[in-house]
């Protein structure tokens, strides 16, 4: 059984996530993913939307996903060791240094594939900032919802 981790935010899921996850699927037969926790979201991103726990969930859902887990706080490779995959499948925009990655598993003694995947390029909201400033294009020029934001309209 060859195990494949791919990691990410995931905060607003999008297509561009959906295509990373299936083609780190097809990669091996169990798909781990690790959600990155909120305070790594924090110094490498922005302030998540959603809380770490509530995007695990989402992730855990999605169809090439066999479990998603909760990124630690800290050493990002802690969690690669209790993971113990055979692949590590890295997003086409992963701020990772493919051949250093692979220099510190050794170092860890691990044998494990890094798997750059590719760009997925279809359309403009492929990415989770480009859908944020799309929806702020939009509540400014009054044409989502009228311009009105609402706390609980209902509409999920």
Request: proline share 3%; net charge neutral; with cysteine.
């Amino acid at each position: 059984m060859v195990r494949v981790l791919a990691a990410g935010t995931f905060d607003i899921i999008h297509l561009g996530h959906i295509k990373y996850l299936e083609e780190a699927k097809s990669m091996g037969d169990e798909l781990i993913v690790v959600v990155a926790h909120d305070n790594t979201v924090r110094k490498k991103k922005h302030e998540p939307i959603m809380p770490q726990e509530v995007r695990r969930k989402i992730v855990e859902s999605l169809k090439p996903v066999d479990k998603a887990v909760n990124g630690n706080d800290g050493d990002i490779l802690e969690i690669v060791k209790e993971i113990r995959p055979d692949i590590i499948a890295l997003g086409y925009d992963q701020d990772f240094d493919e051949n250093e990655l692979k220099r510190k598993l050794k170092e860890m003694g691990m044998d494990v594939k890094v798997v750059r995947c590719h760009k997925y390029a279809e359309g403009d909201l492929n990415g989770t900032r480009r859908i944020i400033r799309r929806i702020a294009d939009k509540l400014a020029s009054k044409k989502l919802y009228g311009g009105k934001l609402y706390e609980d309209s209902g509409d999920s």
